[in-house]
């Protein structure tokens, strides 16, 4: 952990298959972590989208791996081209020797506030939400 009240969201990629830019995504095999992952699926998706892609047409295979580690060893065994993670996880990654030099961060989202709070608004007083 960075010890910071935030952390990032990153693509990473295998640069022995092409991979410098998002637009290099394009045809590639890409693993999300989950759809309910905010650094795993909703920031990055954001990111690809506003890059003007679309996963679901410019993907050659996507697969939901299910957690940042096994992202990870999605790209290391190459079951894919790239992955979405959290760069802390990225970071341990490389630093454990799962992933060498060949895996490069293609791209970083703005900090995103840690941890995620999401209020069910039905549930909860206007009074409760504004005091969380």
Do not use: C
């Not at 990153?10 to 394009?26: E, F, G, R, S, Y």
């Not at 060893?73 to 970071?91: C, I, R």
């Amino acid at each position: 952990m960075s010890g910071r009240p935030w952390y990032t969201s990153v693509i990473v990629a295998n640069t022995t298959k092409n991979i410098k830019t998002l637009q290099d995504l394009k045809g590639k095999r890409f693993a999300f972590v989950s759809p309910s992952s905010t650094s795993g699926f909703l920031i990055p998706m954001n990111g690809l989208e506003t890059a003007g892609i679309d996963p679901t047409r410019d993907f050659a295979k996507i697969r939901y791996s299910g957690s940042h580690d096994k992202a990870t060893q999605n790209l290391a065994d190459d079951v894919v081209d790239a992955v979405t993670n959290d760069k802390a996880s990225f970071l341990r990654s490389q630093k454990s020797g799962k992933l060498d030099a060949n895996y490069q961060v293609i791209w970083e989202s703005n900090p995103i506030p840690s941890p995620p709070i999401v209020i069910n608004t039905k549930k909860f007083a206007p009074e409760v939400i504004k005091q969380l």
